[in-house]
């Protein structure tokens, strides 16, 4: 997986959206590659981790 | 309003100003009923008061449980209920102007009762009151409780139409509701979590063709941003829950003239119905610390309250009436010592924050605190339609079932291997068995082994298995033998028993030390 394809790609989502739009999608990938990851203690890792810089 | 009659039960003066009595149950609703009709049943007095002299009003519990019922056949009442309610399994979830999703609460054949009946909680009551009558229950109608002396005997002070007497109890048994008086007068916390939203319950009368099902919209186009449930129940009553919001007037929005458009909105405008009853509420996740304080054990919403969704309020409490009745009636008897009551708030305290665990985040699903909880709930709603998988995200209340009571000091472990589904401390399975089923045979006065094909030499009566769908649903081989408690719950299992083990796990099962 080439960092920057996928930096572009999550960039290139949001083009054209409004901010509301943007949340919303967002939301929708969250759901998504939470579906994905299939591990709830990996997932709880990365909910920590992401929480930590906010 | 109300189209129901409500019966008025006969007043019986307690007689002296003093009185003594064994067990007193406080409360005459669907626990307290459950629960002194199964102690009369396993030979105990029971002596029940309330304040009232008739049913409840209002539309209030209305969804019983498939182990609610199993409770209730057990009890020989589950007859009258299954046949004058309404019989579901099936659901339905939309979003908007759209369905997204159904669902079926009981996907396999071969049980003898339903994943739900729906039947008003005063129906259940008139039942539950004629058997208590028949089988020899003490109803003490208007006797008011507003007093009590646990100095040293335990009493009650009663008011009733003769004034007021005092009623002495070995046993009391508060089954008095979420607004217990007796955990009042006794100063007991009642914590936990108050949701602001206001929900609007009415009950509605008309001839509808919806089929018998539980439908629930998410923002729909007849009541925009908020949610909707309706469920039909007996009589061609409707019963509908609008979410309101935290902003609404509860005395504005009881008002006919505020509830007729809403339900015209939903209903359609030529849509003839007449209202039955309208109230608003806000729900509460609470509960008591402990449920035993020694003489003194707390049932139902006096001991646990939960908000509507998932229908975990009145069916935990027929479970609580459930797990007490047979330890109770064992100790009274004797043949237990006094600690197995202690396993009563072991077991049922759990099941409680299990079902207030459901019912809070099923009532945070639906009520959105947050901006971003409403971004991640539209998410899932969204994707739900194509995505199996997020319709599991979607929280429209999680509907009550036996809970498993894993952590039991009544369980003796697993020595053989078994599938996970009939662990100790589960709710034993229904499955077809001979002409009949096999739940009626399990259960009753004592403790029984649930035997697949060899015969143990052993202390208990013994039943045999040999369905198809018993041996699935046990995981069960040739020589498999299960302990099935009173309450029809599994307290042990093994691939080959010796009574040596059968006499421990029962020994244990009884509260006496392991």
């Known amino acids: 997986m080439n960092p920057d394809d996928v930096y572009e790609a999550l960039i290139e989502l949001h083009r054209g959206l409004d901010d509301e739009a943007s949340k919303r999608v967002n939301a929708r990938l969250i759901l998504l590659m939470a579906n994905e990851i299939g591990d709830a203690d990996k997932l709880k890792r990365l909910i920590a981790a992401a929480r930590q810089g906010a | ?514």
């Open chain 2, 1 to 514: 309003m109300g189209r129901y009659r409500s019966p008025v039960f006969p007043y019986r003066s307690l007689g002296a100003s003093r009185a003594r009595r064994r067990v007193v149950v406080v409360g005459a609703g669907p626990v307290g009923l459950t629960l002194a009709i199964d102690l009369r049943l396993r030979g105990i007095d029971v002596t029940l008061v309330d304040e009232d002299d008739t049913v409840s009003s209002g539309s209030r519990a209305i969804c019983w449980a498939k182990r609610s019922l199993e409770i209730f056949d057990r009890l020989g009442v589950a007859r009258p209920i299954v046949e004058r309610g309404i019989i579901w399994n099936k659901g339905r979830v939309f979003h908007r102007d759209r369905e997204v999703y159904a669902f079926d609460l009981l996907p396999e054949a071969g049980h003898s009762l339903p994943a739900f009946v729906n039947l008003q909680q005063y129906h259940v009551e008139e039942v539950l009151v004629g058997r208590a009558e028949s089988v020899g229950v003490e109803l003490l109608w208007k006797h008011r409780v507003n007093g009590l002396d646990l100095r040293d005997q335990p009493a009650l002070t009663v008011e009733t139409p003769d004034g007021t007497r005092i009623l002495e109890a070995d046993w009391i048994l508060a089954c008095d509701g979420a607004r217990s008086q007796v955990r009042r007068l006794m100063g007991l916390p009642f914590s936990g979590q108050v949701f602001e939203d206001r929900f609007l319950i009415a009950d509605v009368h008309m001839q509808a063709d919806f089929p018998t099902e539980r439908w629930f919209w998410f923002d729909p186009p007849f009541h925009p941003g908020g949610s909707a449930l309706l469920h039909r129940q007996a009589d061609d009553i409707w019963r509908i829950d609008l979410q309101l919001g935290r902003d609404a007037d509860p005395v504005e929005e009881r008002k006919p003239e505020r509830v007729i458009p809403r339900l015209q909105a939903m209903l359609g405008a030529d849509k003839r119905f007449e209202l039955d009853w309208v109230s608003v509420y806000t729900f509460q996740c609470r509960r008591l610390d402990r449920f035993r304080h020694g003489r003194v054990l707390f049932l139902g919403d006096a001991a646990h309250q939960v908000s509507p969704f998932g229908a975990r309020g009145g069916n935990s409490g027929i479970q609580d009436a459930d797990n007490l009745a047979w330890k109770l009636a064992l100790v009274l008897d004797g043949k237990a010592p006094e600690r197995l009551l202690d396993s009563y708030d072991a077991e049922r305290g759990p099941a409680a924050d299990e079902n207030i665990l459901h019912s809070a985040r099923a009532t945070d699903f639906i009520t959105p605190k947050t901006e971003m909880s409403r971004l991640f709930r539209e998410a899932a709603l969204s994707l739900a339609g194509e995505h199996a998988f997020a319709r599991r995200f979607i929280n429209s209340g999680r509907l009550s079932s036996a809970c498993v009571q894993r952590g039991s000091p009544l369980n003796t472990s697993d020595v053989d291997a078994f599938a996970d589904r009939m662990c100790p401390g589960s709710a034993a399975a229904d499955a077809p068995s001979g002409n009949g089923w096999l739940l009626p045979k399990l259960g009753g006065r004592d403790f029984t082994l649930l035997r697949f094909g060899t015969e143990v030499d052993g202390p208990l009566a013994s039943v045999e298995a040999t369905s198809d769908e018993a041996i699935q649903r046990y995981d069960a081989k040739p020589g498999t033998a299960y302990l099935i408690r009173p309450d029809q719950h599994v307290a042990a299992r093994w691939r080959q028993p010796t009574r040596a083990a059968v006499e421990a796990a029962l020994a244990r099962a009884r509260g006496h030390a392991a």
